[in-house]
């Protein structure tokens, strides 16, 4: 087993075929750290549900068997510009964010794929879901707007595709290397509170499972409300959308409405899931691992085909005649 003393390097190259993608991680001697690259091994039988959007984004993908009648969204948060939090590995290389999203996501729908789920992804590159415009844009960053319009983007794909379920796959990052551990997080706010809360459960259940039956032993920090983890990307002093992201305090993607900032919030049960912290070197190697993502995948697709089994029906026995 690879417990968090036992961990195995990353090779120099690796190259995996997940399905109908391919994962490419290179290390580059000259720059000192990995890049990734995914990229399609051949074109998916994908279908783009809106052309407001980014090249590549809010993809809807087809059964590859059977076909049971149901619709899971799966958001690979960040991209393009935004690789989100920043990693490194045991061996000092970066790892964005984005790019472990990316394959995490990727990886889970092959599998959903295979079991007769159709699959709407967020995106299917390393880019924003939002097609940006230069008011997104803050210098080689994106704006306030741009973060807000870009979260936006994933919750209107997800209710374009009538999704049953959304999950959405992030990493988490600390201010010290000793923060460790997978949350799950979901919204009370919500019409279907519960449901949020089982779909979250699920989640934290199978993918913690799945991770440490590798020996990993990664810390349990629970299923718990996204209240304490909403946005507060702006000043509340300067007014307008700073200061309702400031005091929006739950997540936009599975979170409620508020007017003047998010009307279009998903109309699903939801969850988020961040099963790593990137700034442990040790979490970090096996975020940026090709293989090791595919085995959280298969925690995020064991606990999606559970919440949407169909509830066996419970047998009824008949009234005698005249009873």
């Not at 299923?223 to 992201?245: F, N, R």
């Amino acid at each position: 087993m690879r417990g968090r003393q036992g961990r195995r390097g990353i090779a120099a190259l690796a190259v995996v075929l997940v399905g109908v993608w391919v994962v490419l991680v290179f290390v580059s001697p000259q720059m000192g750290h990995a890049v990734f690259h995914v990229v399609p091994a051949r074109p998916p039988s994908a279908q783009a549900l809106s052309r407001d959007m980014a090249t590549g984004a809010c993809m809807a993908l087809s059964p590859t068997h059977g076909d049971n009648h149901r619709t899971v969204f799966l958001d690979a948060g960040h991209g393009g510009v935004d690789p989100g939090g920043v990693g490194t590995t045991q061996s000092g290389q970066a790892v964005p964010e984005s790019t472990v999203n990316l394959g995490i996501e990727l990886h889970a729908a092959d599998l959903l794929r295979a079991q007769g789920y159709r699959v709407v992804v967020s995106r299917t590159s390393d880019t924003t879901v939002a097609r940006l415009t230069p008011a997104d844009m803050s210098g080689p960053y994106l704006s306030v707007l741009g973060v807000h319009n870009d979260v936006a983007a994933r919750d209107v794909c997800a209710n374009l595709a009538n999704a049953d379920a959304l999950v959405g796959i992030y990493m988490d990052t600390g201010a010290s290397t000793a923060n460790a551990g997978s949350i799950t997080l979901y919204d009370t706010a919500r019409p279907f509170a519960a449901a949020n809360q089982h779909l979250a459960s699920l989640l934290q259940r199978d993918v913690l499972a799945t991770m440490n039956a590798q020996g990993w032993q990664i810390p349990d920090g629970g299923v718990l409300p996204d209240s304490g983890y909403g946005s507060s990307v702006g000043d509340p002093s300067t007014g307008g959308l700073a200061a309702l992201a400031a005091s929006y305090h739950h997540l936009m993607l599975i979170g409620p409405p508020l007017a003047g900032y998010l009307t279009t919030p998903s109309q699903m049960p939801g969850a988020v899931i961040e099963p790593l912290y990137l700034t442990d070197p040790f979490e970090g190697s096996i975020a940026a691992d090709p293989a090791d993502q595919q085995v959280i995948a298969n925690g995020i697709a064991t606990a999606v085909e559970q919440y949407l089994a169909p509830v066996p029906k419970t047998p009824t026995t008949p009234t005698p005649a005249g009873g």
